[in-house]
């Protein structure tokens, strides 16, 4: 997801510098990125090749920067969170769902990397941003699906009770009645 913001610097950054050490580069890359992605911004660095911003908790940022008189940024890293419950909303509208959605603050995240938005009804959206901005979305309506997605599954225990199911004795058969439908069991002796 792209974002791109315009924020006013100098327009000769050699006379905003004077003989100070403030970059208006990054102060203007911190003030856009907190003002349009309502996030912490505890500090900024920037080179010639673009910026990295250092967000509330820890989490970094690749900025890319434009302009001379007007600076240009914009971040394939942040999902906008605000845009992506709209987004949630409208298709789950469609659905005739109506409720409300939550996907916390804006964060920094990787194309793929699922984010979990929290729903009204006690359900939850897993959404994932693929590279060429596609949004894929997980639903899950209550609060039993939600338990049923995260939660481990003993896979053993499924294969053994499987299993047990697939006898001669689970699938009434006895000893007097050798032509029932007995399972793998049967279906191997048959051959």
Do not use: F
Not at 27 to 45: C, F, H, M, S, T
Not at 47 to 53: F, Q, T, Y
């Amino acid at each position: 997801m792209r974002v791109l913001a315009l924020a006013g610097i100098c327009a000769a950054l050699i006379a905003c510098r004077g003989g100070s050490r403030r970059d208006p580069v990054a102060e203007a890359v911190k003030a856009g990125l907190e003002a349009q992605l309502d996030v912490k911004v505890e500090q900024v660095r920037c080179e010639r090749a673009g910026c990295e911003a250092t967000l509330a908790g820890g989490a970094t940022l690749k900025v890319k920067v434009d302009g001379d008189r007007e600076l240009a940024w914009e971040t394939d890293e942040v999902v906008m969170t605000g845009a992506l419950a709209a987004r949630i909303r409208a298709e789950l509208g469609a659905l005739g769902v109506d409720t409300t959605v939550d996907c916390g603050a804006p964060r920094v995240t990787v194309p793929g990397e699922p984010v979990r938005c929290e729903l009204g009804s006690g359900g939850a959206v897993w959404a994932a941003i693929r590279d060429d901005g596609e949004v894929e979305l997980e639903v899950a309506l209550t609060p039993a699906i939600v338990q049923a997605r995260t939660e481990d599954v003993d896979v053993q225990g499924l294969d053994d009770l499987s299993r047990a199911l697939d006898t001669d004795e689970a699938q009434g058969a006895g000893p007097e009645d050798p032509e029932a439908d007995a399972g793998v069991g049967a279906a191997a002796d048959a051959r």
